[in-house]
Every structure is written in structure tokens, then in C-alpha cells.
């Protein structure tokens, strides 16, 4: 199972939106409706920041809103803040019952 | 609230075998799919294995799979990962993660804090 395709990076300004892809294929992000997103800090644990495409868990800003199309999920960080400088991480349920996260995208607040 | 807490990593030479443990509190734990995610040192994370929440089902990664066997005790609320024959590629932090669901569908609610492993000689 090959990994689901991110930017390694993404650079945005305090106060704009940027915009992270992760594209799969028919057998795993096209297929289902089971696409998450992480978001995770040098050498701590990942932490769910969407699930289920573009549901938010309880405690999540809701700057954070996530969407599909086709086999391409995508994850919006609007009013772009300095505590979002982090690693994220898609998800996705696979045709084989298995999952496979995406490449990792760095997002830079510059 | 919800609290996983894995042990078990270590140092241990290519070929040999390691036993992880990773203990959950704070929820009904034979009501959910479990997750073993793995990330190697300055690399992303990687999907190992999952197991249901009655052990039904057990799915592997293929880079792991017939060397790394999931499992759980529900009367003792501990997921396991046997790890058998391992090699330098396997060296990493290991997570493991709960689902939201009793099976294989919505990886990683919650996260315990990882276990590193080196397979080094």
C-alpha cells in the first residue's frame, strides 16, 4: 500500500488560510468516507484534528475544516496562528481493511 | 478521560524478538478497535496493524506482516504487538492509538505517548 501523496510543505502569513491536499486513489481516499487529519508537534504524540473527512472532534478550533473530492481529501487552516507551525497527517481506510497515512505536509507561519 | 501508556520498547539485535504493552484507562476498552502506528526516526508516521474490539479481526501492514502479531487482553485493558525477527528498518517510536469505532475505520482518537525501539547491533 503505497502512501497517500502531501506537499512536503506549506508556508502562510498570521491571519491567512492555506490549504493541505492528500491524494489517494479509488481504493482508499476515493472510495470511503474515512479520512482523518493529524496534527503533530516535534517529538510529541499526533492528535486528531478531523475525522470522517470534515468532521471535528470536540475541542478542535473549528479554523480547521476538512473536505473531499474525487480521490483528493483536503484540510483548511483558516486565521492562520503561530501554535499551528506543525507537522500534519492524512489517513484513510484502504479496500484491504487496512489504513494508510499521507506523505506529511510542514506548515511554516512565516 | 481516556489514557494510553505503551512500554516494552528497548535495544535489541537484528533477528531477535521484542514484546510491546500498551496499558488503557479511562474508557470501556473492550468496546474499540485498537491501532499499533509506528514513525521512524526524522520520518512519518506508518500504519502497523489493528485489532477489533472482540479480536475478530487482525489486519497488518505488509512491511510486517507474518513477523508482527496484534493482540489484546480486554480483562486487563492491554493491547500487545509481538515483534518477531526484527530488522534495522523496524526501528522506530511505536504508538499505539484507539479507534473510534469497535473495528478498523477511524484511526487514532487518542494516542499514547510512544515506545522506541532500536533493532541495532
Known amino acids: 500500500q503505497s502512501a497517500l501523496t502531501q506537499p512536503a510543505s506549506v508556508s502562510g502569513s498570521p491571519g491567512q488560510s492555506i490549504t493541505i491536499s492528500c491524494t489517494g486513489t479509488?481504493?482508499?481516499?476515493?472510495?470511503?468516507?474515512?479520512v482523518s487529519w493529524y496534527q503533530q508537534y516535534p517529538a510529541k504524540a499526533p492528535k486528531l484534528m478531523i475525522y470522517?473527512?470534515?468532521n471535528r472532534p470536540s475541542g478542535v478550533s473549528n479554523r480547521f475544516s476538512g473536505s473531499k473530492s474525487g480521490n483528493t481529501a483536503s484540510l483548511t487552516i483558516s486565521g492562520l496562528q503561530a501554535e499551528d507551525e506543525a507537522d500534519y497527517y492524512c489517513?484513510?481506510?484502504?479496500?484491504?481493511?487496512?489504513?494508510?497515512f499521507g506523505t506529511g505536509t510542514k506548515v511554516n507561519v512565516i | 478521560q481516556v489514557q494510553l501508556a505503551e512500554s516494552g520498547g528497548g535495544v535489541v539485535q537484528p533477528g531477535r524478538s521484542l514484546r510491546l504493552s500498551c496499558a488503557a484507562s479511562?474508557?470501556?476498552?473492550?468496546?474499540?478497535?485498537m491501532h499499533w502506528v509506528r514513525q521512524a526516526p526524522g520520518k512519518g508516521l506508518e500504519w502497523v496493524a489493528v485489532?477489533?474490539?472482540?479480536?475478530?479481526?487482525?489486519y497488518y501492514a505488509d512491511s510486517v506482516r507474518g513477523r508482527f502479531t496484534i493482540s489484546r487482553d480486554n480483562s486487563k485493558n492491554t493491547l500487545f504487538l509481538q515483534m518477531d525477527s526484527l530488522r534495522a528498518e523496524d526501528t522506530a517510536v511505536y504508538y499505539c492509538?484507539?479507534?473510534?469505532?469497535?473495528?478498523?475505520?477511524?484511526?487514532?482518537?487518542?494516542w499514547g505517548q510512544g515506545t522506541l525501539v532500536t533493532v541495532s547491533s
Open positions: 492509538a484507539r479507534d473510534s469505532t469497535g473495528g478498523n475505520y477511524n484511526l487514532g482518537d487518542n
Open positions: 479511562g474508557f470501556t476498552f473492550s468496546s474499540y478497535g
Open positions: 485489532i477489533a474490539y472482540d479480536r475478530s479481526n487482525k
Open positions: 479509488s481504493s482508499d481516499v476515493g472510495g470511503y468516507d474515512y
Open positions: 470522517e473527512v470534515s
Open positions: 489517513s484513510s481506510y484502504t479496500s484491504r481493511s487496512t489504513q494508510v
